[in-house]
């Protein structure tokens, strides 16, 4: 399913990006532009202004918490959707995610990384990073009935 060209592509993004850097800057951005998801965050405190999100401990931490899991993603390539079973499952069943916000979330990943990377996101580059990322859209959907 992946080429050699896609894998060492998809590595070297990973490698360019900061867990700790993007994960706050992406979750707070879903947050911003979609601000029905703050629904799921009801213990995260004041998150409706910009500022109040950009400096919200508490979404700082679970960004960082969401990319960690990409971590695991990027490490099992092969495998995304056995890696993310039981993670798709708990967010259907106990946190009842709706799934269309994994996309949602996916695009403010992508929207923070190429503002990090610049022109070193080519359209080649991105490209594969966005499909990287669908197929974790997939994974986190897949135990969804
Ligand atoms: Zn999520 C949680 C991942 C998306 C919401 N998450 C979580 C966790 C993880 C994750 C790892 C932890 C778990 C435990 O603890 O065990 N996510 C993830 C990923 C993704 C996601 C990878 C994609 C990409 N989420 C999401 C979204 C949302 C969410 C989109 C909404 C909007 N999550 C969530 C919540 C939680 C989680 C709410 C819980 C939190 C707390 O409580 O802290």
Redesign the pocket.
Known sequence: KWTDKERSTVASVWEKIDIDEIGPQALAR??IV?PW?E???G?FGDIFTATAVLNND?VA??GK??????D??VKNIDNIRGT?A??SR??YET?R??PD??K???DC?TITVACKLKSALSPQVQATWQKF?SA??DA?SSQYE
């Open positions: 879903i947050l979609y998801t629904r799921y965050f213990t508490k931490a679970h918490v969401v990319m960690k899991a990409l695991k993603a993310y039981d993670l708990l967010h946190l995610v709706d916000t994994f949602l979330l996916a990943i990322l974790v859209v986190m």
